[in-house]
């Protein structure tokens, strides 16, 4: 089916004003009396406070507030407003009498300047009652580990473990010719986003609270917030326009919120809070470290018999979204390579670190790093090519996914093959490959799934308004967040395409919460399908009514008109028609339109596809790996705007290459401190670092859940592209990694080992 303004694309509705430099972020609002709020941050990881004394903070100048755990309400809180599961970890303070990581915040300060409020913090006073501190997963495990937490199942889990099976694995292992099992480990990255944690809070003389925030849940935001403050949820307004990005990690409730509106309140004066790089990682999220052992039995001819998989992920002082990844990622095994015979558990462990929370992938890129690796031992162990091994286990039409839902197509199939066919695969694996020098090279294939949605965990609705004006222009109201991915852009592509208008007759309405419809937030890949569709629908609405008005001025029944182009015209006869202006414009004895729809969409699933071939090169005297290019090819359904779809892809392939071979953000193992939580210590790929993409997009499986077919892409390319290139390392020098990031003196060390070489 041909398209006006779907699949086409179109200037992104926010351009002009993010090169102008007019778009307005949080960190932008500069209000009339506006005091600035910092935060004291802890010096230990696990400690009671003894005592705190502000008296000398209170006697500066220019300190107008300072909040301790003594003055502000003790509400548990889940730090996540929405875990993806029914699982709901209440184990958070605005602020607390006990630390439970370096940097926790103990403390706030509200002054005139911001250097006032960080000499204000200065001259606050803590006295600690030292704990025992762990750091790792095996040693907040031990019988006689300090308790961090008294919520919970116990033993310092975030919740009892989970445990997901089919079949009989006892039975498939013993069908199996070949059995590999392995551990592997994923690192701590950070979404690093650009536009650092920021909120502006001013209460009026009526007790109502405008919050102006980056946040991808801005309902959420305002449904935490009244509820820890005591409010209505008609007494605080919520304010996103623009973001600097969020990459999963906005979904969370930190500190500063509270604080601000606390502070805002105690001082009768707006109150706004930016976290410093630093503190972003400090008192941000992570990705969950994990450690997987995976089993897996296969027969001589690769068809996969039994898998067996223990997945333990690390979610630092507090629950946030431990308990969706663990689910969410444990659960992922049950799919992307077909098997009858399956046996898994998950486990999510507090320890006294920085605390993880949702990330782009979701718990999904630990686990397929692991399962994508080990099934491309397998091949090597059975003698087969990988892209074989993965086509003739890959998942297809019919087969259930992890969601427990039926999946549509054969994407994953489609994808192996078209990048089999755009890399030469088959010709490079014949082709001898000579050293050039030092540069050893190798080629990989990574393959991923993920859902669009975050059913069944949570269940969600997209919600939206549209209503046409006089003149025939649109406008679409949608509490959907804008992160910087054009969201907004493809769902004005689908109203103006539901209607028959051009795209530049449909304005946007979004970021408050007084006026927007409720919507859940921006997370699981969903905005394009779950408020897409909401959007159509809505659209869809506005549709019937104006071709019922036109049909009584054409006097004709509304199913033979023909809506296109902003024009309507009878079915047949071209010459009979009006323009969508002069359907709704008001006209002698006949008042212009009111046309408004309104619709709610509960989404089930989608799954979207994604196999990724990547080139690299190994220098061997320095470690270094060097990614050469990279062919990602991708089925997500019916695409709305390709180089918004196309970007998306691109970026989470940057993402995905610092998390494969640099960023790792660490602590000390003996104290907790952060040691690299900076843009200088903390490594990631910068532009020039990056190699050529060669996107290809398909869409062979469209589902019928989706606006036109589409699915979401916002999560796959992150996910695929870490196994692509640790098995490309694999076919460059013969040594298997099991861990992410990869760094050169661990390939050094191994290249040593493989020759025998002693090691320093």
């Not at 980056?214 to 605080?236: C, D, N």
């Amino acid at each position: 089916m041909n398209h006006a303004i779907i699949g086409k694309s179109v200037t992104r509705t926010d351009l002009l004003g993010k090169v102008t430099g007019e778009a307005r972020y949080a960190g932008d609002i500069d209000l009339p009396g506006l005091l600035y709020g910092k935060i004291k941050r802890s010096t230990v990881a696990h400690a009671n406070i003894k005592r705190i004394d502000t008296s000398k903070a209170l006697a500066l100048p220019g300190v107008k507030a300072v909040l301790t755990h003594a003055n502000v309400p003790r509400v548990l809180h889940a730090g996540s407003p929405h875990p993806r599961s029914a699982s709901v970890t209440c184990d958070q303070y605005i602020l607390d009498d006990k630390v439970r990581y370096w940097g926790e915040g103990i403390a706030a300060v509200a002054a005139v300047t911001e250097e006032i409020a960080e000499l204000a913090l200065a001259l606050i006073e803590v006295d600690y009652e030292e704990l025992p501190a762990v750091f790792t997963v095996e040693a907040a495990q031990l019988p006689d580990a300090p308790t961090i937490h008294q919520t919970g199942p116990g033993g310092n889990l975030v919740l009892a473990p989970v445990a997901f099976s089919r079949g009989d694995v006892a039975r498939g292992f013993a069908e199996a010719d070949l059995i590999i099992e392995g551990e592997y480990e994923g690192g701590r990255p950070t979404p690093a986003y650009m536009e650092p944690n920021v909120c502006a809070c001013r209460w009026d003389g009526n007790g109502n609270l405008t919050v102006w925030i980056s946040t991808q849940t801005a309902f959420m935001v305002r449904g935490i917030m009244a509820e820890v403050l005591g409010l209505p949820l008609h007494k605080v307004r919520v304010l996103v326009d623009h973001m600097g990005g969020g990459f999963g990690a906005k979904q969370d409730l930190f500190q500063h919120e509270f604080l601000c509106a606390l502070l805002a309140r105690e001082t009768r004066r707006p109150v706004r809070m930016e976290y410093s790089r630093e503190e972003t990682f400090v008192g941000g999220r992570s990705r969950h470290p994990a450690k997987i052992w995976l089993k897996q039995g296969f027969r001589k001819d690769g068809t996969l018999t039994a898998r067996q998989a223990r997945v333990v992920f690390n979610s630092g002082a507090y629950g946030s979204h431990g308990p969706g990844v663990t689910i969410v990622g444990t659960s992922a095994l049950l799919s992307l390579y077909r098997c009858e015979h399956i046996q898994l558990e998950g486990r999510c462990v507090y320890t006294n670190s920085p605390i993880a929370g949702a990330f782009r992938g979701y718990g999904v890129v630990q686990t397929y790093y692991a399962l994508d690796i080990q099934m491309d031992e397998a091949a090597a162990r059975l003698g087969i090519d990988p892209v074989e091994l993965k086509l003739k286990n890959a998942v297809r039409e019919g087969d259930i996914a992890p969601s427990n839902h039926a999946l549509i197509g054969h994407g994953l199939e489609d994808c192996i093959k078209r990048g089999r066919e755009l890399s030469g695969w088959d010709a490079r694996r014949r082709q001898a490959r000579p050293p050039t020098g030092a540069l050893r090279s190798g080629w990989g294939l990574g393959c991923e799934m993920h859902g669009s949605s975050a059913y069944p965990g949570i269940q969600e609705q997209g919600n939206a308004i549209v209503k046409m004006n006089e003149d025939g222009t649109v406008v679409l109201l949608t509490g959907t967040a804008g992160l910087g991915t054009g969201a907004h852009t493809a769902l004005a592509q689908i109203v103006a395409e539901e209607l028959g208008v051009a795209f530049d007759d449909v304005s946007v309405v979004h970021g408050d919460t007084d006026v927007v419809p409720w919507d859940i937030g921006a997370f699981a890949s969903h905005t394009t399908y779950m408020g897409g569709r909401a959007a159509q629908m809505a659209a869809a609405e506005v549709k019937r009514q104006l071709l019922a008005r036109a049909a009584r001025q054409l006097d004709v029944a509304p199913e033979e008109l023909e809506l296109g182009q902003g024009a309507i015209t009878v079915r047949g006869d071209g010459m009979r028609g009006m323009t969508v202006c002069q359907a709704v414009m008001a006209r002698k004895g006949v008042p212009a339109a009111q046309l408004v729809g309104t619709a709610t969409y509960h989404p089930t699933k989608s799954y979207s596809f994604a196999a990724h071939y990547v080139e690299v090169q190994v220098d061997i005297e320095t470690g270094y790996i060097t990614v050469s290019q990279v062919i990602p090819v991708h089925e997500i359904g019916k695409v709305i705007h390709p180089v918004g779809a196309a970007g998306q892809i691109e970026g989470g392939i940057q993402q995905g290459i610092g998390h494969t071979l640099y960023e790792d953000y660490q602590i000390d193992l003996r104290t907790g401190r952060s040691l690299n939580a900076n843009f200088v210590d903390y490594k990631m790929p910068l532009s020039m670092d990056m190699p050529p993409i060669h996107t290809v997009i398909l869409e062979t499986a469209p589902d019928p859940g989706g606006p036109f077919g589409a699915k979401g892409v916002g999560e796959d390319p992150i996910v695929a592209i870490g196994p692509a290139i640790a098995n490309a390392v694999y076919d460059a020098i013969g040594v298997r990694f099991r861990h992410y990031p990869i760094k050169p003196e661990q390939v050094l060390q191994a290249l040593a080992r493989q020759a025998g070489t002693p090691t320093v």
